[in-house]
């Protein structure tokens, strides 16, 4: 029980490491709110190693501990809406589809970017946000890639990390 706690502890560590680096990385597609989301690296690396339970309780305590460390509660429920819905079209995409880590990873950017596009619409008008999606598919899109790429890379473990019990 105690490595199981120290894995998932490290992994949330990560996550958040990977966060506020995010944070220091001046990069921006030129649309507001876009960033890397570096941090789903951890998410889609648990998701795939351990299943859809563990990624989904290191979701929510990293987007809540995130959203109090570096944000605010507008921040919170955006990040709600897109890390909880990017999370079930990836587990819902690696269980009954043969899609790659890659693929999957794809639409988990993608699926992101419309949930924090849903949630803006509670606050904004329809109109005003029209615009602003395709732009939001194609940043997911591209981050989405990203981040499947390097969670590739790390997913297929040696065995000498396998740890047991995980």
């Not at 490491?17 to 649309?31: N, R, V």
């Not at 709110?33 to 339970?53: E, M, P």
Request: with cysteine; proline share 5%; aromatic share 10%.
């Amino acid at each position: 029980m105690a490595k199981r706690l120290a894995y998932y502890a490290n992994l949330l560590a990560l996550a958040l490491a990977l966060s506020w680096l995010e944070l220091l990385i001046p990069f921006s597609f030129g649309i507001p709110g876009v960033k890397l989301g570096l941090t789903n690296i951890a998410v889609v690396f648990v998701l795939y190693r351990n299943g859809l339970k563990p990624a989904l309780l290191l979701q929510l305590a990293r987007i809540l501990l995130v959203s109090l460390l570096f944000g605010h509660v507008m921040g919170l429920i955006y990040s709600l809406a897109g890390g909880l819905l990017s999370l079930l079209m990836m587990a819902l995409l690696k269980r009954l589809s043969p899609f790659s880590q890659l693929g999957v990873s794809l639409a988990g950017g993608v699926t992101h970017n419309v949930g924090q596009w849903c949630a803006a619409l509670l606050v904004m008008p329809f109109s005003a946000l029209l615009y602003y999606l395709p732009f939001l598919l194609i940043a997911g899109a591209l981050t989405g890639l990203l981040v499947g790429f390097l969670a590739r890379l790390l997913i297929p473990i040696p065995d000498r990390l396998h740890i047991r019990g995980l």
